[in-house]
Structures are given as structure tokens and as C-alpha cells.
């Protein structure tokens, strides 16, 4: 089993920065891919952005050059740098882990979410 647990989450003024972090604990593989979700009030969740173990990233386009995903693979420590964020970035964060169990066949595992509210 795999536990994610996300901190971090806050208060920010427009241009303001947020650093999120997301423990995880239990049985972690080389293979797994880690990432943040986003979810705001009366959309879908969306891919924030996403990192292998080898240090391989993905940036969904709204926060290309804004955010800046990294992993401590010896912590099991998943972190999200917000900067010059925006009132568009308020939403629930989540923290995500993609596991491929055959081709085909994945699961996810999900932290229980942290908020980000970007207001003045």
C-alpha cells in the first residue's frame, strides 16, 4: 500500500510563491511516477505537472515556466514550486502516484488534497 500525505497548502497574494509537499510512505517503486493534480470548484482535475525517478518531467501549459516540480527519491518526498501564481491557480492540490502494474493495467494512488487560494 502507498500513503500520500500533501502540506504546504495556503493563503498567497497574486505573485506570490507556495512550496507543496507530498510524503510518501509505504512501498515505492523505481518504476512509480509521481505528480500533481489540481482540482478547482466546478472542474475536472488536471494534470499540474509530473516527474519520474530518473528526473524526467511534465508540465501541464498553464504552469509551464511558473512551477517547477522536483523528488527527494531517498525521502520519498514529492515537491511543487509555485511561483508568480495566479487567482487561475486556486483549486485543491493533490498528490499523485501513477503505477504501471503490466502493460495495460495502472493504479493510482491519491493524497487527500491541500488548498491553494491565490487572492489579494
Known amino acids: 500500500q502507498v500513503q500520500l500525505v500533501e502540506s504546504g497548502g495556503g493563503l498567497v497574494q497574486p505573485g506570490g510563491s507556495l512550496r507543496l509537499s507530498c510524503a510518501a510512505s509505504g512501498t515505492i517503486f523505481s518504476i512509480d511516477v509521481l505528480g500533481w493534480y489540481r482540482q478547482a470548484p466546478g472542474k475536472q482535475r488536471e494534470l499540474v505537472a509530473s516527474?519520474?525517478?530518473?528526473?524526467?518531467?511534465n508540465y501541464g501549459d498553464s504552469v509551464k515556466g511558473r512551477f517547477t516540480i522536483s523528488r527527494d527519491n531517498a525521502k520519498n518526498t514529492l515537491y511543487l514550486q509555485m511561483n508568480s501564481l495566479k487567482p487561475e491557480d486556486t483549486a485543491v492540490y493533490y498528490c499523485n502516484l501513477g503505477r504501471i502494474i503490466r502493460p495495460g493495467l495502472s493504479k493510482d494512488y491519491w493524497g487527500q488534497g491541500t488548498q491553494v487560494t491565490v487572492s489579494s
Open positions: 516527474i519520474t525517478s530518473g528526473g524526467r518531467t
